[in-house]
């Protein structure tokens, strides 16, 4: 032993006594003096932090653990250089600490950094065959030996039981707060969950000056604590063991808990409680650093009374309430429920919702997981079934707890996954209605699957290859082609990407089941842990909607509830978007223009969220600095500034897209004005005409006939094969989609009318007037089409928003008044007309008595009276018919006083709801013009030149395959970049909730 270390072995007395202990507690020296003394340009740590509390809970508790790891890391971060103790084996507070201390060497250390400045200390107690099977987050790829960075391995803990293994545990942290005389080192406990030997460690801890700090709200140890140290009082346990733990203990137990509980409270000085729910990561921090203070102060308070230096850890004997953790589930037989359950039914389900089979079953499974062990095959079906269990009852408090367990479903039961449900929806169904003599009717939800299935529902429905028909369903409700993406599986060689890949089968399966059958929180909870979260959350959005619709048609109510379901997965997306953008803005504009794949469906996710108009997201402020940047090239988003860096960078300046709209519009606009100066002059035949004159209209010809042949590619292009698809959506789809546009309305016309005029002109007349009238229709429509150069600017294209949505309202109004113009004009020539036969449609069309008949109504509409046609002049000479005069009177007031006011009214309404999305509807309109100019040069001259543009892009895509390492390299990159954001994206849902609140 060096000089100056110590290692009391005292803790031995009546535990562990002999040399096998012993040498256990050398290697803590070992290990301290290779780590924390001798390690190769690597600092010593500032603070150390050992997260104690795993356990198998019978009683699980569902916590934020984003919020956990952001105060850790925010702590060690502050800290400098920290260590951070964790037993590293599968079960939920070692995960959750090591995907921390992963994605925090991912996002904050330098990629040539040898060394992490937070740095993992692994102290198992037991054998671990493969640490890196059981986490939700990919590690970056194979060849990257990323845990050298931040991984250390202690085994001096294996094989150990549980009480030595705490004194073990406990010899490490008391040697490193001291590791030689006169050496101070922070050391501080952190208690999450916990069961009850969890107590003995916070007391042997205190005993001997180590900090603990309690995070309340995690469940077990923890919350008794934090609870007992906050009461008046001391005669509470009895109550909180059942609800923490699920158990009772005996009389001598309970007092010996209660003493050291008591012992704990009495030792304020050393212990503080973080509230998980109601505090941040900078109070948890502060928190640590007052702790350590005042640690240290009582302590050197102490030495003044006490001139014998005391550095051993002194225990005499095991407390028995550690051994009774394990309740005795042979002595109780429970009764299974046969009546159906109401938590199957219920948004919120606790540990002891009733029925408590579940809480029975959990404890037994619990009780018989270490016995299985090794036949995996039967732990596997009794993992599956009691997954299985919990999903169909609902339980989302066990279904956290399983999925921490690396729990996983296979095909065969999310087969019986859906059967399941099926089964219990429509019995619920059947509940609901009362049906006593009638034939049992199908769930509103089972016939919402069958109306969008069809045919493949049925499948579905009889639980045979469920996951296969359920992605058929909504690859039919979206109109997507079905798609395979081997990026997920591609270069699968390390264990731990493999049962990743397996595990991501399962939560995918999870997740679509959750949302046919609208589980918001098992959702939620399953949303987190897939790949690619964000494309993940908009594809869930749109099919809830599609649900949603379909629901309406026969229940309002079900429907408002998928309805609000879509909204939360909505919201989720744009928080996530904040998240991301905060972190790395190039990173997120890569994720949001790059194909990805979920339930065969591939789409870039914000041409997704285009094509199923979720406003919401292209008008997020992430999106519009994506399209600032493909707009501006990358330049200052300020036109001033960007017609100044015309000259400064011309050549990224001229790339720009809004370089080449601004020219196309202008040379527009200079052929706009040709074609309207060759109107004013007199017309002649093209053989007759100068040259002058030809060239300033055919001009306009040309124009129009490239803009619709530019329109008509890209209409075209759902069947045409392009260099890069932004969507699989299959190809009508794609067409109607496309068509779905009023400036290629408008450019369709213009080409009609261009054709329309030159062939008029063909033709040798006196006044040349057909022709002028073409003309003239082209000139107008043309002006207006060149108007989209105003859409892109915020004030006039959010006015041309509500000229353009307050007109779908004014044909609303035009097809309920144009009935009633008809029937009073048939009226009025009825009754003002000789007794004579009148035929409407006779003669040519401008002469069509139609016109006549809707005349008089139609102005009427606009307080035009007609004192002399319709009898109301005061003259008494006229010989009106009297019932024209008053069906007239009643007309104008039923026209002006309901129609005229109730269009005002439906325009008001629409002029208000249209002003508070006239933003989002802007920027939607504003993404059509870029996305349409990314494939368009300036004067439509890409139609003239797109062999050579289709070749150029065939060669790169040749060379973008041979990349296709860095390819996967970069999607694991995104992939975990997701993963991280989708928890801190959660986490800022949770506190905004709670600051309304």
Same mark, same amino acid.
């Given at each position: ?96 600490? @090591? ?11 330098? !990629? ?85 030997? &969890? ?57 010996? !808990? ?11 000085? *050393? ?57 005795? @589930? ?5 009764? #299974? ?13 606790? =540990? ?25 095959? !039967? ?106 993406? =081997? ?12 049962? +990743? ?55 309002? /109510? ?51 969220? $285009?094509?199923?108009?979720? $406003? ?48 196309? *519009? ?10 309207? +100066? ?68 408008? #450019?369709? /016309? ?104 809707? +005349? ?82 300036? &004067?439509? /001259?890409?139609?003239? !030149?797109?062999?050579?543009?289709? $070749? ?18 970069? $999607? ?11 928890? @801190? ?13």
């Amino acid at each position: 032993m060096m000089d100056g270390i110590y290692v009391d072995v005292s803790i031995c007395n009546g535990l562990s006594q002999g040399s096998d202990f012993n040498s256990r507690l050398d290697e803590i020296n070992t290990f301290i003096d290779i780590h924390y003394y001798q390690e190769d340009g690597q600092e010593r740590p500032n603070m150390i932090f050992s997260v104690i509390g795993d356990s198998y809970n019978i009683v699980p508790k569902v916590w934020p653990k984003s919020r956990l790891q952001d105060s850790l890391t925010n702590a060690a971060r502050a800290a400098g250089k920290s260590w951070i103790l964790s037993r590293g084996e599968p079960t939920k507070i070692s995960k959750t600490v @090591r995907e921390m201390v992963e994605e925090y060497v991912y996002l904050e250390t330098p !990629l040539n950094s040898t060394k992490s400045p937070v740095r993992l200390v692994s102290i198992p107690s037991k054998p671990v065959d493969d640490e890196t099977l059981y986490f939700d987050l990919p590690e970056k790829y194979e060849d990257d030996k990323t845990n050298e960075k931040f991984l250390l391995n202690l085994n001096g803990g294996k094989n150990l039981s549980d009480m030595d293994y705490i004194l073990f545990r406990l010899n490490l942290e008391k040697r490193l707060s001291n590791p030689k005389v006169k050496d101070k080192t922070a050391v501080v406990i952190v208690l999450v969950e916990g069961d009850l030997s &969890a107590i003995e460690h916070v007391k042997l801890a205190v005993e001997n000056n180590i900090p603990v700090v309690v995070i309340e709200g995690t469940g077990g140890a923890a919350d008794l604590l934090a609870e007992f140290i906050s009461a008046d009082t001391n005669d509470h346990v009895k109550v909180l063991l059942p609800a923490l733990f699920g158990i009772t203990l005996a009389e001598n137990e309970t007092d010996e !808990l209660t003493e050291s509980l008591t012992f704990i409270k009495q030792k304020a000085n *050393y212990v503080d409680v973080f509230d998980l729910q109601n505090q941040d990561e900078e109070h948890y921090s502060a928190m640590v650093g007052e702790l350590v203070q005042r640690t240290w102060s009582s302590e050197m308070t102490s030495k003044e009374f006490d001139s014998t230096e005391n550095v051993g850890i002194g225990v005499t004997d095991t407390k028995s309430y550690c051994k009774s953790t394990s309740w005795i @589930r042979n002595e109780i037989r429970w009764r #299974g429920a046969k009546t159906l359950p109401a938590s199957w039914f219920s948004s919120f389900t606790s =540990p002891f919702s009733l029925p408590l089979d579940f809480f029975f079953g959990f404890s037994k499974y619990l009780g018989s997981r270490d016995s299985h062990s090794e036949n995996r095959e !039967l732990q596997e079906k009794l993992d599956e079934k009691l997954l299985l269990l919990a999903l169909t009852s609902n339980r989302t408090d066990y279904i956290e707890t399983l999925l921490d367990l690396n729990i996983s479903l296979s095909e065969e039961n999310i087969n019986k996954l859906y059967w399941c449900s099926m089964k219990k929806e429509k019995k619920r169904s059947t509940m609901i209605k009362n049906q006593k003599n009638e034939k049992e009717e199908e769930g509103l939800l089972q016939w919402v699957i069958t109306d969008i299935g069809g045919q493949i529902s049925r499948h579905l429905l009889q639980g045979k290859d469920a996951h296969v028909h359920a992605q058929k369903i909504i690859k039919h409700m979206l109109h997507y082609k079905e798609t395979v993406d =081997p990026r997920l599986e591609a270069a699968c060689y390390s264990n731990r990407r493999k049962a +990743y890949i397996k595990r991501q089968f399962s939560l995918q399966a999870i997740l679509l089941w959750s949302l046919f059958f609208n589980r918001v929180n098992i959702s939620t909870m399953i949303w987190k842990r897939v790949a690619n979260q964000l494309y993940t959350g908009l594809v869930s959005t749109v099919i809830l909607q599609k649900l949603s619709e379909v629901a309406r048609l026969k229940d309002e /109510l079900l429907a408002d509830e998928i309805s609000d379901h879509s909204v939360i997965f909505k919201k989720r997306v744009c928080n996530m978007m904040d998240t991301l953008s905060k972190k790395n803005k190039e990173d997120t504009f890569t994720i949001l223009d790059s194909l990805e794949t979920v339930w065969k469906i591939q789409a870039k996710p914000i041409f997704f969220a $285009y094509e199923f108009q979720l $406003y919401d997201v292209i008008a997020h402020p992430t999106s519009v600095a994506w399209m600032d940047q493909k707009w501006y090239n990358g330049l200052i988003p300020n036109w001033k500034r960007f017609i100044w860096k015309i000259k400064v960078h011309p050549s990224v300046a001229l790339q720009a897209l809004c370089f080449r709209f601004l020219l196309h *519009y202008v040379l527009f606009g200079v052929v706009l004005l040709m074609y309207s +100066y060759f109107l004013l002059t007199p017309l002649e035949t093209y053989k007759e005409a100068s040259m002058f004159h030809l060239s300033l209209e055919i001009a306009l010809y040309v124009w129009t006939t490239l803009d619709f042949w530019q329109d008509l590619m890209n209409v075209m292009g759902a069947w045409a094969c392009k260099r890069e698809e932004e969507t699989r959506r299959k190809s009508g789809f794609k067409f109607l989609f496309q068509l779905n546009d009023m400036w290629k309305a408008l #450019g369709f /016309l213009c080409f009609l009318l261009a054709v329309a005029s030159f062939l008029s002109r063909m033709k040798q007349t006196e006044t040349f007037t057909l022709a002028k009238r073409f003309c003239a229709l082209l000139l107008i429509f043309s002006y207006l089409r060149c108007s989209r150069v105003f859409a892109i600017h915020r004030f006039t294209g959010r006015s041309f928003m509500f000229l353009r949505y307050m007109s779908v309202h004014l044909v609303q109004f035009l097809f309920v008044t144009i009935f009633m113009i008809i029937g009073v004009g048939i009226f009025y020539q009825a009754l003002l007309n000789d007794n004579e036969s009148m035929s409407i449609f006779s003669g040519k069309w401008y002469k069509w008595k139609i016109w006549y008949i809707i +005349y008089y109504p139609y102005y009427q509409l606009y307080g035009e009276p007609f004192d002399d046609v319709l009898g109301f002049s005061h003259k008494d000479d006229h010989d009106i018919d009297w019932t024209v005069t008053f069906v007239a009177a009643m007309y104008m007031l039923v026209a002006h006083l309901l129609v005229i006011c109730l269009i005002t009214a439906m325009f008001t309404t629409k002029y208000e709801k249209v002003l508070e999305q006239s933003q989002m509807m802007w920027q939607y309109e504003r993404f059509r013009i870029i996305s349409d100019f990314r494939s368009r040069w300036f &004067a439509n /001259l890409d139609v003239l !030149l797109s062999p050579i543009t289709y $070749y150029r892009y065939h060669r790169m895509g040749v060379e973008k395959i041979a990349k296709s390492h860095e390819l996967f390299r970069n $999607y694991r990159h995104l992939q975990i970049l997701q993963y991280i954001m989708a928890g @801190r994206s959660l986490e800022k849902v949770n506190r905004n909730s709670q600051n309304r609140l």
